[in-house]
Protein backbone atom coordinates (compact mmCIF):
# COMPACT_ATOMS: atom_id res chain seq x y z
CA UNK A 1 0.00 0.00 0.00
CA UNK A 2 2.70 2.00 0.98
CA UNK A 3 6.15 2.21 -1.18
CA UNK A 4 8.42 4.62 -2.83
CA UNK A 5 6.25 4.09 -6.47
CA UNK A 6 2.73 4.51 -5.04
CA UNK A 7 3.19 7.50 -3.28
CA UNK A 8 2.01 10.74 -4.87
CA UNK A 9 1.14 13.17 -2.14
CA UNK A 10 3.31 13.60 1.60
CA UNK A 11 1.59 16.20 3.74
CA UNK A 12 4.58 17.79 5.71
CA UNK A 13 4.09 19.62 8.98
CA UNK A 14 7.06 21.33 8.67
CA UNK A 15 7.44 23.28 12.46
CA UNK A 16 6.16 23.00 15.84
CA UNK A 17 5.53 27.38 15.75
CA UNK A 18 2.30 28.60 15.42
CA UNK A 19 0.87 32.38 15.99
CA UNK A 20 -2.28 32.07 17.26
CA UNK A 21 -4.76 30.03 19.64
CA UNK A 22 -7.57 28.22 17.37
CA UNK A 23 -10.09 25.83 20.40
CA UNK A 24 -9.92 23.20 17.89
CA UNK A 25 -6.78 22.75 17.10
CA UNK A 26 -4.67 19.81 18.95
CA UNK A 27 -2.35 22.74 20.01
CA UNK A 28 -5.10 24.04 22.36
CA UNK A 29 -6.48 20.34 22.96
CA UNK A 30 -3.93 19.08 24.64
CA UNK A 31 -1.83 21.66 25.65
CA UNK A 32 -1.48 20.17 29.09
CA UNK A 33 0.60 17.42 27.86
CA UNK A 34 2.38 18.92 24.50
CA UNK A 35 3.18 22.50 25.63
CA UNK A 36 6.50 21.85 26.24
CA UNK A 37 7.67 20.92 22.63
CA UNK A 38 5.42 23.07 20.90
CA UNK A 39 7.00 26.32 19.84
CA UNK A 40 10.52 24.83 19.62
CA UNK A 41 10.76 22.65 16.45
CA UNK A 42 11.65 22.99 12.70
CA UNK A 43 12.61 20.56 9.67
CA UNK A 44 14.72 22.13 8.02
CA UNK A 45 15.62 22.79 4.40
CA UNK A 46 18.59 20.63 4.00
CA UNK A 47 16.79 17.65 5.72
CA UNK A 48 13.81 17.90 3.36
CA UNK A 49 16.11 17.97 0.59
CA UNK A 50 17.73 14.76 1.39
CA UNK A 51 14.48 13.00 2.45
CA UNK A 52 12.00 14.13 -0.39
CA UNK A 53 13.42 13.29 -3.58
CA UNK A 54 12.58 11.61 -7.06
CA UNK A 55 15.10 8.82 -6.22
CA UNK A 56 12.77 7.93 -2.64
CA UNK A 57 9.61 8.64 -4.42
CA UNK A 58 9.73 8.66 -8.07
CA UNK A 59 5.75 9.43 -8.52
CA UNK A 60 5.57 12.40 -5.88
CA UNK A 61 3.02 15.13 -7.46
CA UNK A 62 1.93 16.85 -4.30
CA UNK A 63 3.53 18.29 -1.47
CA UNK A 64 1.14 19.56 1.08
CA UNK A 65 2.79 22.15 3.78
CA UNK A 66 0.22 21.33 6.47
CA UNK A 67 0.53 19.42 9.93
CA UNK A 68 -1.83 19.42 12.94
CA UNK A 69 0.32 21.90 14.91
CA UNK A 70 2.18 24.00 12.51
CA UNK A 71 1.76 27.32 10.52
CA UNK A 72 3.89 26.33 7.64
CA UNK A 73 4.15 30.49 6.94
CA UNK A 74 6.41 31.07 9.94
CA UNK A 75 9.38 28.27 9.24
CA UNK A 76 12.37 30.73 8.84
CA UNK A 77 13.16 28.91 4.98
CA UNK A 78 9.53 28.35 3.70
CA UNK A 79 10.78 30.71 1.00
CA UNK A 80 14.12 28.53 0.14
CA UNK A 81 11.86 25.21 0.51
CA UNK A 82 9.10 26.92 -2.06
CA UNK A 83 11.68 28.27 -4.47
CA UNK A 84 13.72 24.55 -4.74
CA UNK A 85 10.51 22.40 -4.40
CA UNK A 86 8.31 23.92 -6.72
CA UNK A 87 10.76 23.35 -9.63
CA UNK A 88 9.81 19.47 -9.27
CA UNK A 89 6.61 19.10 -7.53
CA UNK A 90 2.85 20.84 -6.99
CA UNK A 91 3.10 22.69 -3.48
CA UNK A 92 0.08 23.10 -1.16
CA UNK A 93 -0.17 25.37 2.34
CA UNK A 94 -2.09 25.72 4.63
CA UNK A 95 -2.04 28.68 6.58
CA UNK A 96 -4.24 31.14 8.95
CA UNK A 97 -2.72 33.69 6.94
CA UNK A 98 -2.14 36.99 9.70
CA UNK A 99 1.67 36.49 9.36
CA UNK A 100 5.14 38.04 7.85
CA UNK A 101 4.50 41.22 5.36
CA UNK A 102 2.51 41.50 1.71
CA UNK A 103 6.17 41.24 0.47
CA UNK A 104 6.25 37.70 1.38
CA UNK A 105 3.16 36.78 0.62
CA UNK A 106 3.63 38.55 -2.86
CA UNK A 107 7.11 36.35 -3.26
CA UNK A 108 5.03 33.37 -2.32
CA UNK A 109 2.35 34.24 -4.98
CA UNK A 110 5.05 34.83 -7.79
CA UNK A 111 6.02 31.39 -7.52
CA UNK A 112 2.04 30.65 -8.82
CA UNK A 113 2.03 27.76 -5.65
CA UNK A 114 -1.60 27.08 -4.46
CA UNK A 115 -2.38 28.65 -0.42
CA UNK A 116 -5.24 27.59 1.65
CA UNK A 117 -5.99 30.62 3.78
CA UNK A 118 -7.97 29.36 6.90
CA UNK A 119 -10.53 32.39 7.17
CA UNK A 120 -13.64 31.32 9.22
CA UNK A 121 -15.42 34.94 9.31
CA UNK A 122 -16.30 37.89 6.92
CA UNK A 123 -14.15 40.39 9.56
CA UNK A 124 -12.37 40.67 12.34
CA UNK A 125 -15.20 40.29 14.88
CA UNK A 126 -16.57 36.92 12.80
CA UNK A 127 -12.54 35.64 12.34
CA UNK A 128 -11.28 35.91 15.87
CA UNK A 129 -14.35 33.85 17.52
CA UNK A 130 -12.28 30.89 16.01
CA UNK A 131 -8.60 32.18 14.98
CA UNK A 132 -7.97 33.57 18.08
CA UNK A 133 -5.00 36.08 18.05
CA UNK A 134 -5.63 36.88 14.30
CA UNK A 135 -5.99 40.02 12.36
CA UNK A 136 -8.27 40.21 9.22
CA UNK A 137 -6.59 43.11 7.54
CA UNK A 138 -3.64 41.36 8.24
CA UNK A 139 -4.91 38.77 6.36
CA UNK A 140 -6.49 40.24 3.94
CA UNK A 141 -3.39 42.25 2.51
CA UNK A 142 -1.78 39.08 2.67
CA UNK A 143 -4.05 37.00 0.54
CA UNK A 144 -4.69 40.12 -1.50
CA UNK A 145 -0.69 40.84 -2.18
CA UNK A 146 -0.51 36.79 -2.62
CA UNK A 147 -3.60 36.92 -5.48
CA UNK A 148 -1.84 39.54 -7.55
CA UNK A 149 1.75 38.53 -7.46
CA UNK A 150 0.20 34.86 -9.58
CA UNK A 151 -0.78 32.69 -6.19
CA UNK A 152 -3.06 30.67 -6.52
CA UNK A 153 -5.80 31.33 -3.33
CA UNK A 154 -8.61 28.93 -1.89
CA UNK A 155 -10.38 30.65 0.49
CA UNK A 156 -11.35 27.58 3.59
CA UNK A 157 -14.34 28.37 5.69
CA UNK A 158 -15.10 25.84 8.65
CA UNK A 159 -18.37 25.81 9.48
CA UNK A 160 -19.04 26.12 13.17
CA UNK A 161 -22.65 27.20 14.81
CA UNK A 162 -21.47 30.61 15.61
CA UNK A 163 -20.11 31.25 11.70
CA UNK A 164 -22.80 29.14 9.24
CA UNK A 165 -25.03 32.03 8.23
CA UNK A 166 -22.14 34.10 6.78
CA UNK A 167 -21.11 31.25 4.60
CA UNK A 168 -22.82 33.08 1.85
CA UNK A 169 -21.04 36.41 2.48
CA UNK A 170 -17.47 34.78 2.64
CA UNK A 171 -18.53 32.84 -0.86
CA UNK A 172 -19.34 36.53 -2.22
CA UNK A 173 -16.28 38.26 -0.56
CA UNK A 174 -14.05 35.05 -1.80
CA UNK A 175 -14.96 35.45 -5.59
CA UNK A 176 -14.72 39.98 -5.71
CA UNK A 177 -11.13 38.93 -3.63
CA UNK A 178 -9.85 37.27 -6.87
CA UNK A 179 -9.71 33.59 -5.14
CA UNK A 180 -9.76 30.47 -6.98
CA UNK A 181 -11.99 27.95 -4.99
CA UNK A 182 -14.21 28.17 -1.71
CA UNK A 183 -13.45 25.38 0.43
CA UNK A 184 -16.26 24.82 3.12
CA UNK A 185 -15.71 21.86 5.56
CA UNK A 186 -18.11 20.54 8.01
CA UNK A 187 -15.21 19.32 10.87
CA UNK A 188 -16.28 16.01 13.28
CA UNK A 189 -14.09 17.27 15.83
CA UNK A 190 -16.22 16.99 19.43
CA UNK A 191 -15.57 20.35 20.69
CA UNK A 192 -16.30 21.67 17.79
CA UNK A 193 -20.17 22.66 17.99
CA UNK A 194 -20.51 21.18 14.66
CA UNK A 195 -22.79 22.94 12.29
CA UNK A 196 -26.05 19.80 11.96
CA UNK A 197 -26.70 20.29 8.45
CA UNK A 198 -24.57 17.26 7.00
CA UNK A 199 -25.73 14.08 7.29
CA UNK A 200 -22.73 11.39 7.40
CA UNK A 201 -23.12 8.09 5.64
CA UNK A 202 -21.63 4.80 7.50
CA UNK A 203 -19.43 2.61 6.12
CA UNK A 204 -19.25 -0.47 6.45
CA UNK A 205 -15.37 -1.68 6.63
CA UNK A 206 -12.07 0.20 6.99
CA UNK A 207 -11.56 2.62 3.65
CA UNK A 208 -7.94 3.99 4.59
CA UNK A 209 -8.59 7.75 3.25
CA UNK A 210 -4.70 7.85 2.74
CA UNK A 211 -3.87 4.34 1.43
CA UNK A 212 -6.51 5.02 -0.96
CA UNK A 213 -5.09 8.83 -1.81
CA UNK A 214 -1.38 6.90 -2.10
CA UNK A 215 -0.53 9.85 0.51
CA UNK A 216 1.59 9.69 3.57
CA UNK A 217 2.59 12.28 6.60
CA UNK A 218 5.86 13.35 8.03
CA UNK A 219 5.86 14.76 11.91
CA UNK A 220 7.91 18.50 12.46
CA UNK A 221 10.06 15.89 13.95
CA UNK A 222 10.92 13.85 10.77
CA UNK A 223 8.73 11.08 12.23
CA UNK A 224 6.76 9.42 9.02
CA UNK A 225 3.17 8.60 9.77
CA UNK A 226 0.93 6.77 7.34
CA UNK A 227 -1.58 9.52 8.23
CA UNK A 228 -2.30 13.05 9.89
CA UNK A 229 -4.79 11.18 12.02
CA UNK A 230 -2.21 9.62 14.08
CA UNK A 231 -0.45 12.35 14.56
CA UNK A 232 -2.07 13.46 17.59
CA UNK A 233 -1.28 10.10 19.43
CA UNK A 234 1.90 10.80 18.05
CA UNK A 235 2.59 13.90 19.71
CA UNK A 236 1.12 12.97 22.72
CA UNK A 237 4.17 10.30 22.90
CA UNK A 238 6.59 12.11 21.78
CA UNK A 239 5.73 14.60 24.26
CA UNK A 240 5.62 12.42 27.56
CA UNK A 241 7.26 8.87 26.77
CA UNK A 242 4.03 7.20 27.42
CA UNK A 243 1.63 5.27 25.79
CA UNK A 244 -1.87 4.77 26.12
CA UNK A 245 -3.92 3.75 23.02
CA UNK A 246 -3.35 0.75 20.90
CA UNK A 247 -1.50 2.92 18.54
CA UNK A 248 0.99 4.64 20.66
CA UNK A 249 1.66 0.98 22.22
CA UNK A 250 2.30 0.09 18.34
CA UNK A 251 4.58 2.69 17.87
CA UNK A 252 7.11 1.97 20.78
CA UNK A 253 6.99 -1.08 20.38
CA UNK A 254 8.42 -1.18 17.37
CA UNK A 255 11.36 1.24 18.25
CA UNK A 256 9.82 4.66 18.62
CA UNK A 257 11.35 7.29 16.74
CA UNK A 258 14.56 5.07 16.73
CA UNK A 259 13.02 3.20 13.35
CA UNK A 260 10.24 5.22 12.20
CA UNK A 261 11.91 8.80 11.87
CA UNK A 262 13.51 9.84 8.71
CA UNK A 263 16.67 11.06 10.74
CA UNK A 264 17.78 7.32 11.07
CA UNK A 265 15.98 5.54 8.81
CA UNK A 266 15.47 5.53 4.60
CA UNK A 267 12.04 6.05 3.97
CA UNK A 268 11.14 2.77 2.32
CA UNK A 269 12.59 1.58 5.25
CA UNK A 270 9.79 2.97 7.66
CA UNK A 271 6.84 2.50 5.33
CA UNK A 272 7.76 -1.55 4.36
CA UNK A 273 8.56 -1.42 8.34
CA UNK A 274 6.80 -3.17 11.61
CA UNK A 275 4.55 0.44 12.49
CA UNK A 276 3.25 0.26 8.75
CA UNK A 277 2.79 -3.36 8.36
CA UNK A 278 1.08 -4.17 11.58
CA UNK A 279 -1.35 -1.28 10.92
CA UNK A 280 -2.55 -2.56 8.09
CA UNK A 281 -2.64 -5.76 9.46
CA UNK A 282 -4.85 -4.67 12.04
CA UNK A 283 -7.68 -4.02 10.03
CA UNK A 284 -8.57 -7.26 9.13
CA UNK A 285 -9.08 -8.19 12.63
CA UNK A 286 -8.71 -5.96 15.50
CA UNK A 287 -7.98 -2.56 13.47
CA UNK A 288 -6.38 -0.17 15.48
CA UNK A 289 -8.60 2.06 17.17
CA UNK A 290 -7.92 5.34 15.44
CA UNK A 291 -8.08 3.56 11.74
CA UNK A 292 -11.32 2.62 13.45
CA UNK A 293 -13.45 5.67 14.15
CA UNK A 294 -11.80 7.60 11.39
CA UNK A 295 -11.75 5.62 8.45
CA UNK A 296 -14.47 3.09 8.89
CA UNK A 297 -17.30 4.92 11.02
CA UNK A 298 -18.14 7.85 9.46
CA UNK A 299 -15.88 10.57 10.95
CA UNK A 300 -14.30 12.18 8.06
CA UNK A 301 -14.49 15.61 7.71
CA UNK A 302 -16.69 16.74 4.56
CA UNK A 303 -15.53 19.36 2.34
CA UNK A 304 -17.80 20.77 -0.06
CA UNK A 305 -15.54 22.27 -2.76
CA UNK A 306 -16.53 25.10 -5.37
CA UNK A 307 -14.48 26.51 -8.47
CA UNK A 308 -14.81 30.14 -8.16
CA UNK A 309 -13.05 30.79 -11.59
C1 LIG B 1 -3.51 22.52 12.24
S1 LIG B 1 -3.80 23.38 10.78
C2 LIG B 1 -2.19 23.75 10.19
C3 LIG B 1 -2.16 24.76 9.07
C4 LIG B 1 -2.45 26.20 9.42
N1 LIG B 1 -1.95 26.60 10.65
C5 LIG B 1 -3.95 26.47 9.32
O1 LIG B 1 -4.58 26.66 10.35
O2 LIG B 1 -4.43 26.47 8.20
C6 LIG B 1 -4.28 22.09 9.66
C7 LIG B 1 -5.67 22.23 9.06
O3 LIG B 1 -6.62 22.04 10.08
C8 LIG B 1 -7.65 22.96 9.86
N2 LIG B 1 -8.41 23.09 11.10
C9 LIG B 1 -8.21 23.93 12.12
N3 LIG B 1 -9.15 23.76 13.07
C10 LIG B 1 -9.98 22.78 12.61
C11 LIG B 1 -11.15 22.17 13.11
N4 LIG B 1 -11.66 22.52 14.28
N5 LIG B 1 -11.73 21.20 12.35
C12 LIG B 1 -11.22 20.84 11.16
N6 LIG B 1 -10.11 21.39 10.62
C13 LIG B 1 -9.50 22.35 11.35
C14 LIG B 1 -6.89 24.19 9.43
O4 LIG B 1 -7.74 25.16 8.84
C15 LIG B 1 -5.93 23.59 8.44
O5 LIG B 1 -6.54 23.43 7.18
S1 LIG C 1 -3.55 28.45 12.85
FE1 LIG C 1 -3.48 26.27 12.37
S2 LIG C 1 -1.83 25.43 13.66
FE2 LIG C 1 -2.29 27.48 14.43
S3 LIG C 1 -3.72 27.13 16.12
FE3 LIG C 1 -4.95 27.49 14.27
S4 LIG C 1 -5.34 25.47 13.36
FE4 LIG C 1 -3.66 25.26 14.86
S1 LIG D 1 -6.52 6.35 10.38
FE1 LIG D 1 -5.77 4.34 9.69
S2 LIG D 1 -7.15 3.76 8.06
FE2 LIG D 1 -7.39 5.97 8.37
S3 LIG D 1 -6.00 6.99 6.96
FE3 LIG D 1 -4.89 6.68 8.86
S4 LIG D 1 -3.85 4.71 8.63
FE4 LIG D 1 -5.43 4.82 7.07
Not at 26 to 50: A, M
Not at 224 to 241: D, G, I, K, R, W
Request: proline share 2%; charged share 25%.
Amino acid sequence: MWTNNTIEWIDIELTSFCNIKCPGCFRQIKKEKVSHVLDNESLSFSQLKKWISKKHFPNLKLLNFCGSIDEPSLHPEILEIVDYFSEHYNINISTNGSTKTKKFWSKLGSYGISVFFGVDGIDQKSLEKYRIGSNFNKVQSNWRAFIKSGGNATWQFIAFEHNEHLIDDAKKMATSEGFDNFRLIYSHRNDNKESKKIQRDEENKIVCKYGEQNRLFITHTGVMLPCCFLNSEYLQTHATNKAQTDFQHLYMNTGGVLTNSLKYSEPDEIMNGDLFNSIIKSWSSKPISRCWSTCKKAKQDVFLGEKLK
